[in-house]
């Protein structure tokens, strides 16, 4: 039979539809956006997502839109005068301003903004599933193949990252990781799959860097797999190092504007991990393609001495990003902004802020890293196995870090516990009268579902009314929604009726400030707008005879003032004597002019009168 780029089996007239791959996944794609959208619609609140980085994404997109260049990723309109260099990739905004323009053509601006964010993650969805399907049955056949493609399918379905609206990158993060496991575990070993794992590496690390650990395992991986089979794995080396080369050159050159050829920052795609990626893609290249077959201690030579002048590279080229990423933010912004921040949080914040979450986080990754661990040191697919505790391990290990590496680590999970249940199942079958057995079926499906762990979690808390609170169920640990976050519709309203200036906001509503109005705000919670998020804390912690000095110097016009804002609460709380706590005493000092009337918003505005 043919074998199509993808290796795909030509499939008979008479094989039933169902097992074939495109016509499952695509039934399973159905299914899940129909419940999705059934289920979210109904009692959406807004067409955007929850979480601030879909609405950023949203005022970034249409600044795109209105004409600011392809390279020019400033915020003019948030944090000081000359505004904040935002570090996301223009390769998620061009496919949703398409559709906005698109949707445009028949619809008015805000519906077609509705229209393209909630179709959005719906065309994500069948990439996903499609990698998944595949590797499951190139693996373990169409049994194993229905089981990933439902594990999947649950997983987007209970995914706050895949639900209507949101424009965040973490989906496309997600679809891609999915790409890269399932190439790499073709049990064929074809050229073609590893060089799409190489261009989906490529891509993510050009997405955000949030995927850079998974993408170093994965090049890990394929540089392994070379030392170990040497001649018979060198093809597709090759394929994996020229694709890497060749796609993160062309990334670079799309995405990085000309005069930022020579800096290196750590948080997206520069210099550091160009360098980086391209030198190892054609090392692995150059060393697969070695003459004369050399011998694995040969190549085990080879391969050391490229390591270390990769690492000694990335001490010359990019020292400053083999440390904490976070490591240059300032302390206070530590204390009071990063550590309330839900996907931030460690694994034992996480338990000790909401332990009933945690086993929605860590028990799926941790019982797949258990049962691939077993069946390496039983031998069963043992290369298969390894490739996925390597890349299920470190997305773990990142979010026993930052919580939000667990999805990655859930995501991957689905590829090992597919072929395990497939296994399973196929001993009960064998086996109908062993209840045992039937029980431990059943238990490993429920067991690889994340959304089981959570919703026991709250039962255990709740009661079994906790197994129908969908809402707690999706906030805030989930969807990481914003507690206390201020700014409705009527507040937007007032302010839209000042001039054009500048507010001084919490940092949580800094981001619906700019979709829904003209001003410019000095907070949003993103760090590379460190100077304006601390001018902010300095504006609440401050006496207020000394915040009017910051107010004068960053030329506020308006401060809106959110009293049951988490972080404004705890400058409330840090500083008595403080501008925020004065306010919530009802004191107002003589350079602040109430705006509207008390208790039509969330927002008490003031404007700040001139000298």
């Known amino acids: 039979m043919a074998d199509s780029s993808f290796g795909v089996t030509a499939e008979r007239t008479a094989t039933p539809l169902l097992s074939r791959l495109l016509p499952a996944a695509c039934v399973y794609w159905i299914a899940t956006a129909a419940l999705g959208l059934m289920f979210s619609l109904p009692n959406a609140e807004d067409y955007v997502g929850r979480d601030n980085d879909d609405v950023m994404r949203l005022v970034e997109i249409r600044d795109f839109l209105a004409g600011q260049g392809w390279f020019d990723l400033t915020q003019y309109r948030l944090g000081l005068a000359e505004g904040t260099l935002m570090h996301w990739s223009r390769l998620i905004d061009l496919p949703i301003a398409m559709l906005i323009r698109l949707f445009s053509l028949f619809l008015a601006p ?7 964010a909630t179709l959005w993650p719906i065309l ?16 373990a056949g169409v049994t194993a193949m229905h089981i990933g493609l439902g594990l999947g399918a649950l997983f987007l379905f209970t995914c706050v990252r895949f639900m209507p609206g949101s424009l965040d990158h973490h989906n496309v993060q997600l679809t891609l990781a ?57 093809a597709s080396a090759r394929a994996f190092g020229l694709s890497l080369t060749l796609s993160i050159s062309g990334l670079f050159l799309l995405t990085v504007p000309p005069h930022s050829y020579g800096v290196v920052t750590c948080d997206n795609l520069s210099l550091g991990f160009y360098a980086l990626s391209a030198l190892g893609g054609t090392a692995l290249f150059l060393l697969a393609s070695l003459p004369g077959r050399p011998r ?41 902004w990063l550590r309330g921040v839900t996907e931030a949080r460690s694994f034992l914040g996480e338990a000790k802020a909401e332990p009933e979450m945690t086993g929605g ?108 609170d969908l809402k707690a169920l999706s906030a805030p640990g989930i969807a990481g929604g914003q507690a206390g976050e201020c700014g409705d519709p009527a507040d937007m309203a007032l ?32 760090h590379r707008n460190q100077k304006g998020m601390l001018t902010e804390l300095h504006i609440g912690l401050a006496p207020p005879a000394e915040a009017k000095v910051f107010l004068r110097g960053a030329g506020v016009t308006v401060l809106a003032f959110c009293e049951a804002d988490p972080q404004t609460r705890s400058l409330i709380g840090l500083k008595k004597d403080g501008l925020y706590a004065s306010l919530a005493r009802g004191e107002i000092p003589a350079y602040l002019q109430p705006v509207g009337q008390a208790g039509k918003g969330e927002f008490r505005l003031y404007r700040v009168l001139p000298d």
């Open 110 to 116: 805000m519906q077609a903004e509705a229209a393209a």
């Open 124 to 139: 994500l969805m069948p990439l996903f599933l499609f990698p998944l399907g595949l590797a499951c049955r190139r693996v």
């Open 178 to 234: 999915m790409w890269i496991a399932a190439m790499l575990i073709d049990p064929e070993k074809r050229r073609t799959s590893y060089a799409v794992a190489a261009f989906a590496c490529a891509l993510a690390l050009a997405v955000g860097a949030e995927t850079t650990p998974l993408v170093a395992v994965a090049c890990l991986s394929v540089a392994l797999q070379w030392l170990w089979h040497g001649e018979a794995f060198a």
């Open 296 to 336: 694995r201690s040969i190549r085990l030579l080879f391969t050391g001495a490229t390591g270390a002048l990769l690492l000694l590279a990335a001490r010359i080229v990019a020292p400053q990003c083999l440390g904490d990423p976070l490591g240059t933010l300032d302390p206070m912004l530590v204390e009071l």
């Open 361 to 468: 986080f860590y028990a799926v990754g941790f019982l797949a890293l258990t049962v691939c661990l077993f069946r390496v040191l039983r031998g069963e697919k043992r290369e298969l196995h390894l490739i996925l505790l390597g890349l299920v391990g470190v997305a773990w290990g990142v979010a026993l870090v930052q919580i939000r590496g667990a999805f990655f680590a859930n995501a991957l999970s689905i590829l090992p516990l597919s072929l395990l249940i497939a296994d399973l199942r196929r001993v009960s079958a064998a086996d109908p009268k062993n209840v045992g057995v039937a029980c431990g079926y059943i238990a490993a499906v429920l067991a690889s579902v994340p959304i089981v762990w959570a919703v026991g979690g709250l039962v255990s808390k709740q009661g079994w009314a906790g197994a129908t």
């Open 495 to 526: 302010l839209n009726t000042l001039d054009a200036g500048v507010v001084a906001a919490p940092s949580n509503s800094g981001a619906e400030i700019l979709r829904w109005t003209r001003h410019r705000v000095l907070s949003a919670p993103y």
